[in-house]
């Protein structure tokens, strides 16, 4: 049984708990955060940007409940820190977790500098636990399959991309703290990182980028769209942004076209029931589309239950690495100087 520790019972936290609550593998054994009613388990506060559903009230039963980071981390009973923190927090956070032996679980961004995620790898390399950036798109099945046709090989090399992740303006943080660049980065490494980690996933980090965006209401760059140059006959463009208004649904929309055929998935919030579609469209160059039916899960479910498999079976997670993760903020890092300077950057 891996016990699992909470650091944060925002949004993040408690879809975290909710998959937790059902993998036979784990057990929360405590919650950490500031607020003392959230650590507590008092969640009947409705909060987050897409379909979710918590107890109102978390049994506490054999369940501590901690106000500090170092003491949740000190707790002998903790084998797994789960960070689901500000992102300005992650770096120093996770290496502390590191650097006592737990396994560790953080969600994205990695960290708010691509130097600061250098540091988590090397006391990820050091430590006896294990380290993962909660990274849920490579896990999304619908992404997945993505991935898998094109890796397949079946359709020919991919001749063109296209990743997009749009939302309203996020209102649902503690304090706020998602509009405010310095605690989130703003939309480009809060929301955008998704799919520049996805691109990453898919071909490899770019030679170089460049881009255009506009700074909102948290002070960053909140809506960007990027082209990134693999020095090939390929063209990836990415788009991400939280500036829409309220009623704004919610989207994400992957298509990749291939010499042979062209994969797309759309989600948009609101629709299809619960928001989330499962299938992927083949669309050949020849014949007719066709649908693929993905797995009715998320890359919530899908990342936590892999992270809790490695664990058990004393494996490092591969589908995700500190260093896979650690790229993406390089890419973000390049495209934010590319908005800044109106050049091609070189990525790190």
């Known amino acids: 049984m891996i016990k699992v520790g909470?650091?944060?019972?925002?949004?993040?936290?408690?879809?975290?708990y909710n998959i937790y609550a059902k993998n036979s593998k784990a057990k929360i054994v405590a919650l950490m955060?500031?607020?003392?009613?959230?650590?507590?388990?008092?969640?009947?506060?409705?909060?987050?940007?897409?379909?979710?559903?918590?107890?109102?009230?978390?049994?506490?039963?054999?369940?501590?409940?901690?106000?500090?980071?170092?003491d949740a981390i000190a707790d002998p009973n903790v084998d797994l820190i789960d960070i689901t923190l500000p992102t300005s927090v992650h770096a120093d956070v996770a290496i502390k977790a590191l650097q006592a032996g737990k396994h560790v679980l953080s969600e994205k961004p990695m960290a708010l500098t691509h130097k600061d995620c250098l540091r988590i790898v090397k006391a990820a390399a050091k430590s006896k636990g294990y380290y993962m950036c909660a990274q849920c798109i490579r896990f999304w099945p619908q992404y997945a399959k993505?991935?898998?046709?094109?890796?397949?090989?079946?359709?020919?090399?991919?001749?063109?991309?296209?990743?997009?992740?749009?939302?309203?303006?996020?209102?649902y943080s503690k304090g706020n703290w998602l509009l405010a660049a310095g605690l989130s980065g703003?939309?480009?490494?809060?929301?955008?990182?998704?799919?520049?980690?996805?691109?990453?996933?898919?071909?490899?980090?770019?030679?170089?980028?460049?881009?255009?965006g506009t700074k909102g209401v948290s002070g960053g760059i909140d809506h960007i769209e990027a082209l990134y140059d693999y020095g090939k006959d390929l063209l990836v463009m990415v788009e991400g942004g939280w500036s829409f208004p309220p009623?704004?649904?919610?989207q994400m929309v992957v298509n990749v076209r291939c010499e042979k055929a062209t994969f797309e998935y759309v989600l948009r919030a609101g629709e299809g029931g619960s928001g989330f579609g499962n299938e992927v469209v083949v669309y050949p160059q020849k014949g007719k589309l066709r649908k693929i039916t993905c797995k009715a899960s998320d890359g919530w479910t899908e990342e936590i239950n892999y992270f809790l498999d490695c664990i058990a079976k004393k494996?490092?997670?591969?589908?995700?690495?500190?260093?896979?993760?650690?790229?993406?903020?390089?890419?973000?890092?390049?495209?934010?100087?590319?908005?800044a300077t109106?050049?091609?950057v070189a990525v790190k």
Request: charged share 25%; proline share 7%; with cysteine.
């Open 33 to 70: 955060d500031l607020d003392k009613g959230r650590r507590q388990g008092k969640w009947a506060d409705q909060i987050g940007n897409l379909p979710a559903a918590w107890p109102k009230q978390v049994p506490m039963k054999g369940v501590a409940s901690y106000g500090s980071v170092d």
């Open 146 to 171: 993505i991935k898998e046709l094109v890796d397949s090989g079946k359709y020919g090399k991919a001749k063109s991309a296209c990743l997009k992740r749009l939302a309203p303006t996020p209102g």
């Open 6 to 16: 909470i650091l944060g019972c925002g949004f993040m936290g408690r879809t975290h």
């Open 342 to 344: 109106g050049k091609p």
């Open 186 to 212: 703003g939309a480009v490494l809060d929301l955008h990182v998704h799919d520049i980690d996805f691109a990453n996933y898919l071909f490899g980090k770019p030679k170089r980028v460049v881009a255009s």
């Open 315 to 339: 494996r490092k997670p591969t589908i995700v690495t500190a260093k896979t993760s650690a790229d993406s903020i390089a890419v973000a890092e390049a495209e934010i100087k590319s908005v």
């Open 247 to 250: 009623e704004y649904p919610f």
